[in-house]
């Protein structure tokens, strides 16, 4: 079942898009989604059904507020640009969302991840930077800064570099994942030599499926090893 989402913080509503199965459905676990710099929309509903295929449910979260949704792409790059500058309100937001999740029934925060791209993928590490300790954090071509510096050193991550990536210096990307890996970390980093950003969105170019299809299945496999333990706390 798909149904609306509200949330009201600091005076200003959010809407998100929250997926339930049947009561007859057991999930494997629940995941906060965060959106690209475009805001909640389409591509949110197909990720809520990519989630949702692997068997698990959950919310794909509005970062920009119900009034303040973006109207074209421009206006999107003003609000994607000025949230990532103002690191206080995104992680403000991102931290709201996690914490209006753990009141809904079925919601737990041993077994919910937090899993962006691009902005949103950006917004995910600074929700990690906030202090949220999810069972795992995935983050595919987001925002990074050069050194992971403050993220926690208990939350198994994912992160899925772009090596030809045009919006995030791919410089960026590669001394993130050498400083993230010589501090042992919990989880996996992974680098695509020759996949540009934006990828993993549905109705790419032949080769960006394929990288759409190399990066689920690197999703999968982090889900496995978290189902098993693998980085246990």
């Known amino acids: 079942m798909l149904a609306w989402e509200p949330l009201r913080l600091d005076g200003r509503l959010y809407g998100g898009l929250r997926w339930e199965p049947a009561e007859e459905v057991t999930l494997r676990g629940r995941v906060l989604i965060l959106h690209e710099f475009d805001g ?10 990519e989630w949702r295929a692997r068997g698990w449910g959950g919310v794909a979260a509005d970062l920009y507020g119900v009034s303040l949704r973006p109207r074209f792409a421009g206006e999107a790059a003003l609000r994607a640009r000025a949230l990532r500058g103002l690191r206080g309100p995104l992680r403000a937001r991102v931290r709201g969302w996690w914490e209006h999740l753990l009141t809904l029934p079925g919601y737990r925060k041993e077994s919910l991840l937090l899993f962006g791209s691009s902005f949103g993928g950006h917004a995910v590490l600074e929700g990690l930077r906030a202090g949220l300790r999810p069972l795992g954090a995935l983050t595919v071509y987001g925002y990074l800064d050069p050194s992971p ?4 050193g208990d939350v198994p991550l994912l ?6 990536d ?3 210096p791919p410089e960026n ?3 993130f994942l050498a400083d993230w890996g010589m501090r042992g970390t ?3 980093g992974v680098l695509f030599p ?3 950003h934006g990828f993993l969105r549905p109705g790419r170019s032949p080769e960006g499926r394929v990288w759409a299809k190399r990066a689920w299945c690197e999703v999968d496999r982090f889900l496995s090893d978290l189902e098993r333990g693998e980085w246990s706390r």
């Open 159 to 164: 992160a899925i570099v772009a090596g030809k």
């Open 186 to 188: 919990p989880g996996r």
């Open 173 to 175: 990307g590669g001394s």
């Open 40 to 49: 909640l929309g389409p591509e949110s509903l197909w990720l809520l059904r």
């Open 149 to 152: 510096e403050g993220l926690p």
């Open 194 to 196: 020759g996949a540009p």
């Open 166 to 168: 045009a919006v995030v």
